[in-house]
């Protein structure tokens, strides 16, 4: 050591401490730092990687790339491949749940209600298409892992709820037939719109149309949306 020089004081394990300017370097990065982003940024890339190739052909090494982060912390958070492919599946009816929620469907006439949520389910499934990819792949798989969610049901159930809530209220304002069962509305509903996107390549080269094409949507909208209303409404 030069003369002069001054040795680092050692801590109390001995080692030298950190210059302020080091130390000052990582409380920005601890700053910084957003766990829950992180966590939303690496289900948002899982997504589209498991919507893409499926639970089977998904890498986590190309999540954790697209993510800057690293496959350690992937699973630190999910636990497992398995265990980030349910927390897709369960974001993704998390959020078709809660914007149906956002609509205040309960607030509309009954008919007008309808038309909102059926409007609604066929704008989903058109734009967000990797939920309607995962959906399926979900079904390939026997709703083997969405099962395990332990909010599934629960959560889902809502759509339901929002639906009976319609019919009572057309039925006692004379504007609904009373004999629609909820559960078999929704899935008249979720089946035109889902099929039009995720069958639309088997359909497409069946009929050599793609019924999900931008020039038939208006018109398949408000097909979907009078099919519904002339099924739920009262006869004169």
Same mark, same amino acid.
């Given at each position: 050591?030069?003369?002069?020089?001054?040795?680092?004081?050692?801590?109390?394990?001995?080692?030298?401490? *950190?210059?302020?300017?080091?130390?000052?370097?990582?409380?920005?990065?601890?700053?910084?730092?957003?766990?829950?982003?992180?966590?939303?940024?690496?289900?948002?890339?899982?997504?589209?990687?498991?919507?893409?190739?499926?639970?089977?052909?998904?890498?986590?090494?190309?999540?954790?790339?697209?993510? +800057?982060?690293?496959? $350690?912390?992937?699973?630190?958070?999910?636990?497992?491949? *398995?265990?980030?492919?349910?927390?897709?599946? *369960?974001?993704?009816?998390?959020?078709?749940? &809660?914007?149906?929620?956002?609509?205040?469907?309960?607030?509309?006439?009954?008919?007008?209600?309808?038309?909102?949520?059926?409007?609604?389910?066929?704008?989903?499934?058109?734009?967000?298409?990797?939920?309607?990819?995962?959906?399926?792949? *979900?079904?390939?798989?026997?709703?083997?892992?969405?099962?395990?969610?332990?909010?599934?049901?629960?959560?889902?159930?809502?759509?339901?709820?929002?639906?009976?809530?319609?019919? &009572?209220?057309?039925?006692?304002?004379?504007?609904?037939?009373?004999?629609?069962? &909820?559960?078999?509305?929704?899935?008249?509903?979720?089946?035109?719109?889902?099929?039009?996107?995720? +069958?639309?390549?088997?359909?497409?080269?069946?009929?050599?149309?793609?019924?999900?094409?931008?020039?038939? $949507?208006?018109?398949? @909208? &408000?097909?979907?949306?009078?099919?519904?209303? @002339?099924?739920?409404?009262?006869? +004169?």
């Amino acid at each position: 050591m030069k003369k002069g020089s001054k040795a680092a004081e050692p801590d109390t394990n001995g080692i030298p401490s *950190e210059t302020p300017r080091t130390d000052a370097r990582r409380s920005d990065a601890r700053r910084k730092y957003d766990p829950e982003q992180t966590k939303r940024n690496i289900l948002e890339v899982a997504t589209q990687e498991f919507s893409a190739m499926g639970l089977t052909g998904a890498r986590v090494d190309a999540i954790a790339e697209r993510t +800057n982060t690293t496959k $350690r912390m992937l699973y630190y958070y999910f636990g497992s491949k *398995e265990g980030l492919y349910q927390a897709v599946l *369960e974001k993704v009816y998390g959020d078709i749940r &809660a914007l149906e929620q956002d609509l205040h469907i309960s607030e509309l006439d009954p008919v007008e209600g309808m038309r909102a949520l059926v409007e609604f389910t066929f704008d989903y499934h058109d734009r967000q298409r990797d939920f309607v990819r995962l959906v399926t792949i *979900e079904n390939i798989h026997g709703a083997k892992y969405v099962e395990q969610v332990k909010t599934f049901k629960g959560r889902n159930v809502t759509v339901i709820h929002t639906i009976e809530d319609l019919l &009572a209220r057309g039925i006692a304002s004379g504007q609904f037939r009373s004999d629609v069962d &909820a559960i078999d509305l929704h899935l008249l509903i979720s089946s035109l719109c889902f099929h039009r996107v995720g +069958n639309r390549h088997t359909f497409g080269t069946a009929f050599g149309r793609d019924p999900s094409h931008p020039r038939l $949507r208006a018109r398949h @909208r &408000a097909m979907i949306v009078d099919a519904v209303l @002339r099924f739920v409404r009262k006869e +004169n």
